[in-house]
Every structure is written in C-alpha cells, then in structure tokens.
C-alpha cells in the first residue's frame, strides 16, 4: 500500500483555472486530466488524502467523480467542503485536523497552514493547501523561511494538486520536490 496526498482538487469549479493559471481549457478537461493522473498513479489499496476543497459540484456529480477515483481516502475538511449525503459514503474518515505516523515521520495534516504546528521543533512535518499557488503561499514560505533562519524546523509543504502536477504525491516525492526547487531547508 501507498500513501498519497493531494489538496484543492476543485471538480467543477470553473474561476480555479483563472486563479490558479491552470492549464486547462475547460471544467472538463480539468476534471478528466485530475482522474486520469489520480487514477494512473493511485491503486485501489492505494490510501489517500485529501486536504480540503474537493468539488463544487452537487452531491450527485461529486459521487459521480469520486466512484471513478481509485484508492481509500480520508477527508480532511477545506472552507468549500459541504460534505454531507452520500458523499460521506466516498471516506474512510473526514476531519477537520489529523496527525499521523509514516515511515517514523510525525505529519500534521490541514487544509489550512499553520507555522507552530505539533512537534514542529523535533522535526515533524505539516501537510497543508488553502492557500494555491498565491502570494499567500509565498508569505507561508516566508514564515517559513524566517524560522529557518532562525534554527527554528519548520518542514511545512504545500500539497495543492496545482502544486505537483495535478496529482496526488508521496511523501518523498513532497521532499524531493521541495528539495529541487528550493523552498527552505528540509530536515528530514
């Protein structure tokens, strides 16, 4: 089994393509390339999860496009997310807020950023979106920067599907990633 995660999936919404720039024509050539990569990298024992802003469709087109999607997931709840329904049916679980072990890494998990997040001194690490690809991403690297500076860990990444080339991501592919573009030290 793999573990992924992804964020600001967006299904349906049409402005996302303006403010994130994404390279798409249509909500649909969006929607299909976001299954298509999910499904290409993700199998069905795969876990992923979400961070937040899944859809803005109905209930009944959002079911539509999860039971298209492989893999267990499990919700951690954005500002867009009105999950109630059948979409419940789609997680395994659906939070506000998670911490969790993977390979001996403590990871918190939110759909909102937070630089002094839980055992961030001891060199854990925070999985967030919310924020795009925006100058509020920026001045979260910033934040984060700062704190460097400061011989202060901060491992915190961004996860937004804009972010990884509209798919879900591993945890050393999130490092990796940041290690090659140069977003801050990583202590890991």
Same mark, same amino acid.
């Given at each position: ?59 009944? *087109? ?10 267990? *997931? ?30 001996? *890494? ?83």
């Amino acid at each position: 089994m793999n573990v992924y995660f992804t964020s600001d999936l967006h299904f349906g919404h049409k402005n996302i393509i303006r403010f994130d720039n994404r390279p798409f024509k249509s909500v649909e050539e969006m929607d299909d390339t976001l299954i298509c990569n999910w499904n290409k990298k993700v199998n069905n024992d795969d876990l992923v999860y979400i961070l937040g802003d899944i859809s803005w469709y109905n209930d009944e *087109k959002t079911c539509e496009i999860f039971s298209r999607l492989n893999g267990r *997931k499990i919700l951690i709840k954005g500002n867009h997310d009105r999950v109630h329904g059948n979409i419940k049916n789609y997680f395994e679980e659906i939070t506000d807020y998670k911490e969790i072990t993977l390979d001996g *890494k403590h990871i918190t998990l939110c759909h909102y950023p937070i630089v002094f997040f839980n055992r961030h001194h001891y060199g854990a690490f925070m999985f967030y979106g919310h924020v795009h690809n925006s100058h509020e991403w920026q001045m979260t690297e910033n934040y984060k920067y700062e704190l460097q500076q400061l011989d202060i860990s901060c491992n915190m990444f961004n996860v937004g599907t804009m972010v990884h080339n509209y798919e879900p991501v591993s945890f050393e592919e999130i490092v990796k990633n940041m290690i090659e573009n140069k977003r801050g030290d990583i202590n890991v």
